[in-house]
Structures are given as C-alpha cells and as structure tokens.
C-alpha cells in the first residue's frame, strides 16, 4: 500500500522573502504586515481577489542606509506598474527623497485624469503610493489596481533595492 508523501511545513517568511509572505496573506481587505529576513513589509489593500489586488499603499523597511544610495537603487530596481521612477528631491540634510513616474492617463481618460507613482524614502523605509492629478492641478493620493503577479514584483525589486549594501559612489 502506498504512503501518503509526508505533510510539509510551511517555509519560515525569511527564506520565501517579501512576495511568498504578503502573497501567503492576501486573503481579504485589510493591513498585511510581514517580515522576511532583515525586511519588514506592510501592504494596504482596498480590495482583493484570487487575480488582483487594489493597493493604497506598499511600505518596506530595512536597515539604515544613506538616502541618496536608497533612492539611487529604488530607481535603478523598482518599476511600479512597468513605468521609470526619476528623481524629484533628494536631501540628505533632510533624510529623505521623492521619486515619481511620469504621468500617465488612467481612469476616465475623458475627465481629463492623469496619475503616477511616487515613492517617498527615509533613511529606513521606502513607501509606494499612487497619486491622482485633476485638470486643474491637484494631487491626491488614490490606491492602484495591481495583479498579484505585479504586487509580488514590486515586493521583489523593493526587496533587492532596499537589501544591497550602500555603494562608495553616490547614485543621487
């Protein structure tokens, strides 16, 4: 008689990193916080299903590193929802940088609408959020609709930018 394979445990969140610990998660709408290794990752979700997610926001955290190195590497790494982040303000003085991608239509294409992405870094933490622009101008902060897919490699690029060790050369 054969034997059923033996039941296996679940990897611990640090050896499956970021995406396999928010994806183990991904149940329902809510805060999802996880850690994996030295990073710890909290996730926003508006809304879920087994294909998608809508997204307020992505925060990680790792260990203390320059700004201009951090935003140098988010940049080179990270392309949320394919498009190019590009620096807006780097200030070491201040400990904190903005990166953004350019801004694309989205929504109703006939209001007029156009939004981007725009990371907001510290010395510990990198956080990415959507944003809405009006015709008239003004921006707002508004959740993004991700497939999961696209969540875990945002999870991952965010993981090997915040990871790599600080560089002799400035990036930013």
Do not use: N
Not at 54 to 77: L, M, N, Y
Not at 86 to 108: F, N
Not at 133 to 162: K, M, N, Y
């Amino acid at each position: 008689m054969a034997q059923d394979p033996p039941e296996t445990e679940p990897l611990p969140h640090h050896l499956r990193g970021l995406r396999g610990a928010i994806g183990e998660c991904l149940r329902q709408p809510g805060h999802i916080q996880v850690e994996a290794g030295e990073l710890e990752a909290e996730v926003e979700v508006v809304d879920c299903d087994r294909l998608g997610t809508v997204i307020d926001h992505i925060r990680v955290r790792g260990r203390k590193a320059d700004v201009g190195q951090r935003a140098g590497r988010i940049a080179q790494h990270l392309r949320p929802g394919g498009d190019h982040l590009v620096p807006v303000e780097v200030d070491r003085t201040l400990g904190g940088a903005v990166l953004r991608s350019q801004p694309r239509d989205v929504g109703d294409a006939r209001a007029g609408d156009s939004g981007f992405y725009q990371v907001d870094i510290d010395e510990e933490s990198a956080i990415l959020r959507g944003h809405q622009v009006s015709p008239d101008g003004v921006r707002t902060p508004t959740p993004f609709t991700w497939t999961r897919d696209q969540l875990g490699r945002a999870l991952d690029q965010l993981e090997r930018a915040l990871s790599e060790p600080d560089d002799e050369h400035d990036l930013y």
